[in-house]
């Protein structure tokens, strides 16, 4: 089955930075790569996703580029704020709809 | 939004009891309901998939004779943790996915929280 590796697992950046995180996945079927953001107690929201015909994209501050030959996808946060601080899961499926696998999680804290 | 209803937010049961947690699509049909659990600062496992009107497909080392699924409407699907034991805490999720186009992404409902002593 598929396996989602994500890194780092723990991400503290300056007010202001830049923060990376980045997965692998296993499965080269995987076609839909979403990210989430949880916070403490709560339900993980999508904050963007991306499909295996895209390279690259973006919504605001936020940002997901796939290299489908590396099965590696990564998510870019510029201009952090202390809002964003959080905890942020990549995922991966076949279809969107499918089964979602997701990395073990990036607890990213954003200092003032 | 796609919005997914789950309830109870927490429950506080003791051990042999049986606990019934309910995910309900409120503005979409949903006819697969992902069924996750989280454990703290850890990730959401899968530990089955619902399927409206037949049997729920359950994850290696799951006990589907513990984690009862049934979907038993396309806007409904419940999670019974039967004969609960304090390492059954945890906490329980649900996803489902509204389709393509509607926000993209799978919705989530907002967990319960899961306690047995």
Not at chain 1, 18 to 23: D, L, M, R
Not at chain 1, 69 to 79: D, G, P, R, V, Y
Not at chain 2, 54 to 73: C, P, R
């Amino acid at each position: 089955g598929e396996n989602v590796e994500q890194h780092p697992s723990t991400l503290s950046v300056q007010e202001g930075d830049s923060a990376v995180i980045k997965c692998t996945y296993s499965d080269s079927a995987s076609n839909y790569f979403p990210w989430y953001k949880q916070e403490l107690g709560k339900r993980p929201q999508l904050i963007i996703d991306i499909r295996s015909n895209v390279g690259e994209k973006k919504d605001q501050r936020i940002a997901v580029t796939l290299n489908k030959t590396a099965k590696h996808f990564s998510l870019h946060i510029t201009e952090t704020q202390p809002e964003d601080s959080a905890v942020y899961f990549c995922a991966a499926s076949k279809i969107p709809g499918g089964k979602l696998q997701f990395g073990a999680g990036t607890q990213v804290v954003v200092t003032p | 939004g796609a919005v997914v209803s789950q309830h109870p937010s927490w429950v506080i049961c003791k051990s042999g009891t049986s606990v019934k947690i309910e995910c309900r699509s409120l503005d979409f049909q949903a006819t697969t309901m992902f069924w996750y659990r989280q454990f703290p600062k850890q990730s959401l496992m899968l530990m089955a998939t619902s399927n409206e009107g037949s049997k729920a497909t359950y994850e290696q080392g799951v006990e589907k004779d513990k984690f009862l699924i049934n979907h038993a409407s396309l806007t409904l699907s419940t999670l019974t943790v039967t004969s609960a034991h304090p390492e059954d805490s945890s906490f329980y999720i649900c996803s489902g996915y509204p389709g393509q186009g509607k926000e993209d992404g799978y919705t989530f409902g907002s967990g319960t929280r899961l306690t047995v002593v």
